[in-house]
């Protein structure tokens, strides 16, 4: 079984392209998919795709780009997410300081806040590490 463990099946770019990508997934032996979210709309979004596709699940999170959006009331939003059993992992979440589009520090805040509600939910996590490796480590072995 071939299982694609990372697609963003949901960016808008790609909806008028949606059927053909899937037949092609399809021939090409693809049994799942795991659309990962990289923030709540996204991550609605992939729900929502694997509620219509049984071949796609769904993974929801908030990507260190967008940590600086993660607040209590859309981590909570999140949870609620995490919940639904079509959702079987929390992510994309870690670090990225590469391109630093935000703080380091509310990085890894929003980083350790999922990996704490990826364990609530008895969840794994899909980490994005982009040069800040021994930091994911660290927290990581903290959490």
Not at 96 to 125: C, H, N, T, W
């Amino acid at each position: 079984m071939l299982f694609d463990t990372h697609a963003h099946l949901q960016n808008e770019l790609l909806e008028d392209q949606f059927e053909q990508i899937m037949e092609r997934a399809r021939q090409a032996g693809v049994e799942k998919i795991a659309c990962v979210g990289y923030d709540l709309p996204s991550s609605q979004q992939a729900l929502k795709l694997a509620q219509k596709h049984e071949e796609i699940c769904a993974v929801a999170g908030v990507h260190p780009h967008d940590a600086k959006d993660l607040d209590e009331s859309s981590l909570a939003e999140l949870y609620q997410l995490a919940r639904d059993p079509q959702v079987v992992a929390i992510g994309e979440i870690g670090l990225d300081y590469y391109r630093d589009l935000s703080p380091r520090d509310l990085q890894q805040k929003a980083f350790i806040a999922q990996i704490k509600l990826a364990r609530e939910v008895g969840k794994p996590i899909v980490i994005h590490d982009r040069d800040a490796h021994q930091d994911v480590f660290d927290i990581i072995k903290q959490e």
